[in-house]
């Protein structure tokens, strides 16, 4: 089966079904490129989604990751990035081993394509040359004939010819001789020629053409096996990361399997356990049994009738709620016995709902330092745990992490430990390199001056002193989380103050070992209960009963509000209500529809049309 025998007239055909053959190889190649483009943008893609979802350096989303859960999904996006490493892997092989091969393989068959119809074309060109000279010469031998023919019937008509001379019949036979002579050359010219046509035309339809044509099939088929090749290897780029992404899947499985829903619910309650006890059950209070409160020198809260002078701060009344503490609308109670008051405040788990209803008159400072000290850490004022609130809901945060409950309290300052004592290893190993570099110099004086190592040497020992002191602090308020110190000294309370007046503003300070909520609660560790002594006559005209607050001016709300935390109550637009305690800096207003309902509701929604006559109308900044 050969081109040449079984195709020798086709020569036009096989030009265009060659060059149909260069133009599949080259979308072949447009589709291997294409691909490569494709698995580059996916790998790209799965990159960035990857990286999309990586968890944050130094962030709160890198401490979620301790979950098996996380790591299992921070495992898959590894997993991910690799497997997008084989698609560009896939793609750099094909273009290396495809495309750029075959495109400079195209190139090539289109130069031999070129080479083999243009000895067609040559050939061609020569048998039809060939062609026309046998052409030629047969009109010519033609034309011969016929003239010899026409001669020769002049010359037999001249000599039938009675009339025509002598000489005129002679004239026409060496004519017709001349005729006959010029038929004959031309014939032996034809003959020759046809000879020669006849030769050329044998070898062009039995030699060239088919030589021509075996080489332009030698060279498709060639084509063929190319492009197959191409395409073999184009399924065996894909299978040789097969076994690599297996693995990436097989990872992604592996961390799956790890996930342990165990020790994630065993992570939570390390991350969020506080530390503190359940509260109490709460005490039946009998209303139908009215009961007369002992009046003495040492009572809580002397009666009013005994016309004892109340000091104000302010002008102000000291039945304010903190905000989202809904205001108590049972009964009024009478007074219990000191006793009763005194014994129930020291055993049980205290809570003080509003630092702002504490007396700020001067004769209860001292009451007021012994409860802050009891409930907050430290001796200070009823505005200066407010303005701590305040700072906590700001975002400021005390240096030993008091704002925290004790368990991850401690977790905190172990924390803190850990990175000072790296910190202390950093520069002792730096204080150690220094120390050989000068012991260096000292042998050897060329190589530096040992002196230039003294100020360096100094400052890692300082820093080193600082670094010592810091852990040294945070130790102390670990220890004394952990129970091993049972309570802290005057020096130690001394050293915390200094620490506190040279990291934090003194307003930060005012709650040591206390866990600050929005409506004020506090329960304190036992531990911490050991350290208060409160005596009984501190309790002195400390707790009256709750009076309802006067009207102080009246407000329109801007805004409808849906008061749902305690302590709030829902106002609707337009509405017009009594302003009873205007703000204070904390961004509320106290308000009453009603006798027995009022709350707070944010500054903002509302518009305040104050008394400049009513009692304790006051601009707070």
Known sequence: MSWGSELWDQFDNLEKHTQWGIDILEKYIKFVKERTEIELSYAKQLRNLAKKYQPKKNSKEEEEYRYTACKAFLSTLNETNDYAGQHEVISENMTSQITVELARYVQELKQERKSHFHEGRKAQQHIETCWKQLESSKRRFERDCKEADRAQQYFEKMDADINVTKADVEKARQQAQIRHQMAEDSKADYSSILQKFNHEQREYYHSHIPTIFQKIQEM??????????????????????????????????????????????????????????????????????????????????????????????????????????????????QKEPLSHRFNEFMTSKPKIHCF?????????????????????????????????????????????????????RRKKLQQKVDELNKDIQKEMDQRDAITKMKDVYLKNPQMGDPASLDHKLTEVSQNIEKLRLEAQKFEAWLAEV?????????????????????????????????????????????????EVKVLATDFDDEFDDEEPLPAIGTCKALYTFDGQNEGTISVTEGETLYVIEEDKGDGWTRIRRSEDEEGYVPTSYVEVYLDKNAKGAKTYI
């Open 220 to 333: 498709e088929e060639k084509r063929i096996v190319r492009m197959g090749e191409s395409m073999k290897i184009y399924a065996e780029v894909d299978r040789q990361v097969v076994p690599i992404i297996g693995k990436c899947l097989d990872g992604i499985a592996k961390a799956a399997e790890s996930i342990d829903q165990k020790n994630d619910s065993q992570l939570v309650i390390e991350s969020y356990k506080s530390g503190f006890e359940p509260p109490g059950d709460i005490e039946f209070e009998d209303y139908t049994q009215p009961m007369k409160r002992t009046v003495s020198d040492n009572s809580l809260s002397n009666s009013r009738g005994e016309g004892k002078a109340e000091l104000k701060f302010g002008g102000k009344s000291k039945g304010k709620l903190w905000p989202f503490i809904k205001k108590n609308k049972s009964p009024k109670q």
């Open 356 to 408: 702002r209803s504490l007396k700020r008159g001067t004769q209860s400072f001292c009451f007021h330092k012994e409860l802050m000290k009891r409930t907050i850490g430290k001796a200070t004022y009823a505005f200066e745990a407010r303005d701590y609130v305040l700072s906590l809901k700001l975002g400021a945060t005390p240096e030993d992490f008091s704002n925290l409950p004790p368990e991850q």
């Open 482 to 530: 952990e129970g091993r110190l049972p309570a802290r000294s005057e020096q130690a309370r001394r050293q915390s103050g200094m620490y506190d007046g040279q990291t934090a503003p003194p307003v930060n300070n005012c709650a040591q070992d206390r866990e600050s909520s929005p409506d004020g609660s506090y329960t304190e560790d036992q531990s911490q209960e050991s």
